[in-house]
Nanobody, 115 residues
Framework: QVQLVESGGGLVQPGGSLRLSCAAS????????MAWYRQAPGKMRERVAF???????NYVDSVKGRFTISRDNAKDTVDLQMNSLKPEDTAVYYC?????????WGQGTQVTVSS
């Protein structure tokens, strides 16, 4: 079956960096778009970054210039490089794969930005 497994979350000080990684299995990774979402306590889940199967990207305004999404189709992974982190970036981050008729989600990884 399809599995998405995130890694790389943790505690970081404001202004610091983290790199999240999501490994996919059980599906032909390269033909599907991928995204990273996040959900902070008491807030709705929001999409922060998207990458198409061909590598086109877009970002929510609040992370533009700070976050970079990338994919490695040889390794079936999608990463999110997060720089200049702010306390408001604190959330559980989820990897998402968009398959026609179905969305797949990872289990989530906690990112906490605090001094």
């Amino acid at each position: 079956q399809v599995q998405l497994v995130e890694s790389g979350g943790g505690l970081v000080q404001p202004g610091g960096s983290l790199r999240l990684s999501c490994a996919a299995s059980g599906i032909t990774f390269s033909i599907y778009a991928m995204a990273w979402y996040r959900q902070a306590p008491g807030k709705m889940r929001e999409r922060v970054a998207f990458i198409s199967s061909r590598g086109s990207t877009n970002y929510v305004d609040s992370v533009k210039g700070r976050f970079t999404i990338s994919r490695d189709n040889a390794k079936d992974t999608v990463d999110l490089q997060m720089n200049s982190l702010k306390p408001e970036d604190t959330a559980v981050y989820y990897c998402n794969m968009m398959v026609p008729g179905r969305n797949y989600w990872g289990q989530g990884t906690q990112v906490t930005v605090s001094s």
